[in-house]
């Protein structure tokens, strides 16, 4: 789970990072006020949203003046701001941050990842900051450090003063920077999270360690012991699709084509929509039912899957091994009296009681579309998809 700018400063300043005075905004009035109250005669508003990159594309402006502040907040308030990182369809802007303007002499880039292959905390580190890691790696890879974090020790002091010295931190800004490093591995490491990055941390020109920039991600299934950060999630900021899925129990996964997927765990999910594009067609979505499926879980699925407008045609693809086939079709059956499709339904089920899960579907006299083998079903799936489609544009063209 992905939480704002503000909010994650707000968090590491808990943990002894600095970060300069800011404040929220809901309209561009209160922005202006926000500034007033703030003092100080430069400011920077910065629209709010789950995405990184908005300085480049106007979602960050320095301003001078009252005025000049609540018209960069009109600008951006309603507006779904569009960067590298958040696809066509953008980010809405409901929230806006006001600071107090700090000049600053140099960008520092931090980051802190879980490193799978040292299954480690892993501080990843440039003195090249103010552009993204991946521009930084490509324009100059020499200047990034890399140090990984025993957990059983967590962050020492010794480490962290490593990475400042090769950062090139002047030596009165030691002791600073050390307490900064320490307090984000802290808050990573207390907060479950999976991700902080502080993209620019910048030395003040009057000798100040600050971050103006954060962005933290979580490990969703710890965040049952953090209500607190829990409390940070923003669905407006979320694929509608997806967090509607997520509030029922069931994992969805947005995508661009017209197959609509139901499958039962994410591996199955991956060779589902890698067979269907070996066939010649292009997932529109997946659902991950998850294992014991029941019938009403699954109608659920349906009508989540259908609700994409881009959906032409439906594949179930059903390992069953905690599943039952048989309560799988039922689902299937069950959704399919209560609301027709109008498009057709491909459905391959293999493992635990397979045979009853068929005789449900044949039983049901519902045109169901029955494949045995994985590649047959996304064949079919797309076969039918392609006779469906031209179908109707038939239909419309004579119409
Ligand atoms: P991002 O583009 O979404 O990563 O947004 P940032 O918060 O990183 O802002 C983009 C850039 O704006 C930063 O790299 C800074 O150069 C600049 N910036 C942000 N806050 C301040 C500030 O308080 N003072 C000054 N002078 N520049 C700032
Ligand atoms: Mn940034």
Redesign the pocket.
Known sequence: MDIH?YQAKELLRGFGVGV?DGALAYSPEQAAYRARELGGSRW?V?AQVH???????G??K?CGSDHEIADAAAAMFGRRLV?HQTGPEGKGVYRVYV??????ER?IYLGFVLDRTTQRVMIVASSQ??M?IEEISAKSPESIVRSTVEPAVGLREFQAREIAFALGIPPGLTQQMVRTLQGCYRAFRDLDATMVEI??L?ITTDNRILA??AKMTFDTNALFRHPQIAELRDKSQEDPRESSAADRGLNYIGLSGNIGCIVNGAGLAMATMDTIKMAGGEPANFLDIGGGATPERVAKAFRLVTSDKNVQAILVNIFAGINRCDWVADGVVQALKAEPLDMPVVVRLAGTNVEEGLKILARSGLPIIRATSLMEAAERAVIAWKNDAAQNTKVRVAG
């Open positions: 700018e300069p920077i910065k995405a990184g990159g908005r300085g480049k594309a979602g960050v320095l960067t600071e107090a303007a700090v000049p600053f960008e900051g103010g993204e993209n620019p910048v103006l920039d």
